[in-house]
Structures are given as C-alpha cells and as structure tokens.
C-alpha cells in the first residue's frame, strides 16, 4: 500500500487533474495552482480534465511521464516500485471516462486498492472486475514521478508510448477547435503504432463528427485490436443512428451495453430510439426507464417520461 497524501477535490483544476495534483504532492511538489488557472483560461466553459495539461505542468516543474498499455501484472510491480500509477477506467451516468490513482494491492484478497480523497479511506475493487473494466480503455496506465526513478522503468514497446502521449495531445487539440491538427496529429500516432486501439477509437469519433463514412473502418480496427473497446461500439451506435440505419445501430449500442451496462448512461436512450424506428416498443420502453434510473437528473426526463407514457 502506497501512503498518498489527502488533497482536497475543490482544489481541482481542468488543467491541473486531482490525480496529476496527488501524485505531484506524492513525490513532493505542489505544482503552482496560479499557472494553472491561467492554462485553463484557454478552455472556457471546459467540464472535465485535461490530462495532458496536467501532465506538462508536472514535467514543467521537474517531473517525467509515461503513458502505457499495461497488464496487471505491470501495475503490481509499479506500485511495488512505490510509484502510484494513474489508470483510466470506465465513467458513470454521462461521463465517459475517469482517472484513478491505485495506491496498493491485496494479493490475498485478490483487490486493487484505489485513492479515494477522503481521511481513512480506501477504495477497493476486485482485481478481475477492475481488470475487465481497464481493459475497455486499452489498460492505460500513466506515470509521473522523478525522472531518476521513472528511468527505472522500461516500456517493453517505446513507440507504442509515444502514440499514446499523442492521442492526449489530440484530446487537447480538439477541445481547442482545432480539428484539423487533432486528426493529423492521431494519423501520426497510428503511423508510430498501427495497433493503438485508442488512437484508431479517437480518429473513429472525430471523423464521426464530421458525419464522414470512413469513421466506421477506425472504429473496427479499434475493435480488432481491443475486442472490449467499449468506446468504438458505442461510436458504431452512434454513426448508424444519425445515419438512420437503426438495425445496426441497435446492434453495436447492445455490444457496447454488454461489455459494460453501467458505464454510460445515455446510451440506453439512443438505443431505445433506434428500437422504437423499428417498432420495438415495448424493448424501447424498457431502454427509457433504463436511462432514467441511470440518468436520475436527466435533462430531458419530462420529455422521455411522457414517451414511456405513449408506449
């Protein structure tokens, strides 16, 4: 068990993470709040976390990174090396994704330990279940510390790092409006490494936004090298829907439901809409009243509750 140090959740930033704020305190520096707000006046009305901005604001100040595809097996040995690794895992209600600091293990009770930013708490999960939901995003695993005690660890494949630190900077560069560069800067990272499940899954999404049929190819080559991308079959979903293709729609949200049920909320609505274009209605019924359970705040819900009274 690593000892993290307690930082409070208000003290967090959109560029300045609360991991990237508890791990820099780990090693022993308080990262300059001050420049940080001054970065994320660039993100106006931003929700969420900008990881890559945290990130080179640790390495500003004296810290190195490295962003891997891990194992378990990997993750151990990080902790055992008392360095706090950085895990990207699954969301909930309409979050997507959210980072995670592990600060330990329970071989004998088969647990991987979680920081949670409370006094005298620990988060734990079991190991095959937070296995199974890690690998969704590809078993990221990001590491800041002291470059004399990064330099201890040896990525088995260098360029596979390198593409993954460029699907963060394409992250930053669409949040920028700066769609362009986003995708070439992603073309770049599956250049580096044509298995990036994330790049592909990134690239598939980006494209989607611009209603461009080529989306679906990187989706399935996402898939193909990561089998549970959750991301890449809900994007499918998403590309069929607004093509009004409603069959395989249904098709790739009800993949994507049975890797995870839990992990986004909305998805049920998109389905239920896709079922209801084909007359399912009673299965489109049972989709609403999904979402609302897991979208308790849902800003549509007089509108979804009236549908479920129709049907």
């Known amino acids: 068990m690593l000892f993290l140090p307690l930082v409070e959740e208000d003290e967090e930033n959109i560029c300045l993470p609360l991991v990237i704020t508890v791990v820099s305190r780990y090693w022993g520096l308080d990262l300059p709040f001050s420049e940080a707000k001054e970065i994320a006046k660039k993100y ?35 902790v055992d090396m008392g360095i706090p690794p950085i895990v990207i895992l699954p969301g909930i209600q309409d979050t997507v994704q959210h980072a995670s600091i592990i600060s330990g293990y329970d071989e004998v009770e088969k647990t991987i330990m979680h920081y949670l930013p409370h006094p005298d708490t620990v988060g734990a999960i079991p190991e095959q279940k937070f296995d199974q939901q890690w690998a969704e995003d590809g078993r990221l695993m990001l590491l800041v510390a002291p470059p004399d ?59 989607n936004d611009q209603n461009s049929p080529d989306a679906v190819q990187y989706y399935q080559k996402s898939i193909e090298y990561n089998k549970q991308c959750y991301l890449a079959y809900r994007g499918l979903g998403n590309y069929y829907l607004k093509m009004k293709d409603y069959p395989n729609a249904e098709m790739y949200y009800s993949k994507s439901i049975e890797i995870n049920p839990n992990r986004f909320g909305p998805i049920y609505k998109n389905r239920g809409l896709a079922r209801l274009e084909q007359n399912k209605k009673t299965a489109a019924k049972e989709d609403f009243k999904t979402y609302l359970i897991q979208m308790p705040n849902a800003s549509d819900r007089n509108n979804i509750l009236e549908a479920i009274k129709e049907l």
């Open 149 to 207: 005690i990064l330099s201890k660890v040896n990525p088995e494949n260098k360029e596979m790092e390198r593409s993954n630190r460029f699907c963060f900077i394409s992250e930053r560069l669409r949040l920028q409006r700066k769609l362009e560069d986003a995708i070439n800067v992603l073309k770049k990272a599956i250049e580096i490494s044509k298995n990036n499940s994330t790049a592909l899954c990134l690239l598939g999404g980006m494209l």
């Open 44 to 78: 106006p009305s931003m929700r969420g976390s900008i990881m890559i901005e945290g990130i080179e604001l640790a390495e500003r100040h004296g810290l190195a990174s490295l962003i891997l595809n891990s194992t378990i097996k990997e993750l151990k040995k990080t």
